[in-house]
């Protein structure tokens, strides 16, 4: 009688035994944690001050980046790539001249398609240099009253 529940102990031991996962002692170390992006902005805040935000001037009716344009994107792009960070896009764009039975309501919606699309060029002009889609944001402002140009402003400051 009491062989039973004594082979019944050692086979519920060996099957409970059996389904733990199997740990090696000689795994590597773990990896060291990466920076959070805070922490990263902090630890390079000195070389973040000379980064100045790329300004690009467009022709009103301009919406695609001239290869000019594309060059000093580049250029900048080198300097912002190594260090991981969020890029803002801001875009604005006037009203069309002509408005002739346009309201100033659809007018202003035009001026901010405009913007968006120039944004969206940017970002796509970005993303092709190998940054992350996650890490650019567009901001279309369309126009504003105290500059009333058409130009993208691209930082790594959030206004």
């Known amino acids: 009688m009491n062989e039973k529940p004594l082979t019944h102990l050692a086979l519920s031991s060996a099957l409970w035994l059996a389904m733990l996962p199997a740990f090696s002692f000689a795994q590597s170390a773990p990896p060291e944690p990466t920076p959070s992006e805070q922490a990263q902005i902090f630890l390079n805040a000195g070389s973040l001050t000379n980064i100045e935000p790329l300004l690009i001037s467009f022709h ?19 300097k912002v790539k190594k260090m991981n960070l969020p890029i803002h896009i801001y875009s604005y764009a006037t009203p069309p001249m002509a408005r002739r039975d346009m309201t100033e309501n659809s007018a202003h919606q035009r001026a901010m398609r405009k913007a968006f699309n120039r944004a969206l060029e940017a970002k796509i002009a970005i993303e092709g240099e190998g940054i992350n889609e996650n890490k650019i944001a567009l901001h279309a402002l369309g126009p504003t009253g105290d500059n009333p140009m058409d130009r993208l402003r691209i930082t790594i400051r959030r206004d």
């Open 60 to 78: 009103p009716q301009q919406i695609l980046l001239e290869e000019e344009n594309m060059k000093s994107l580049r250029r900048w792009l080198i």
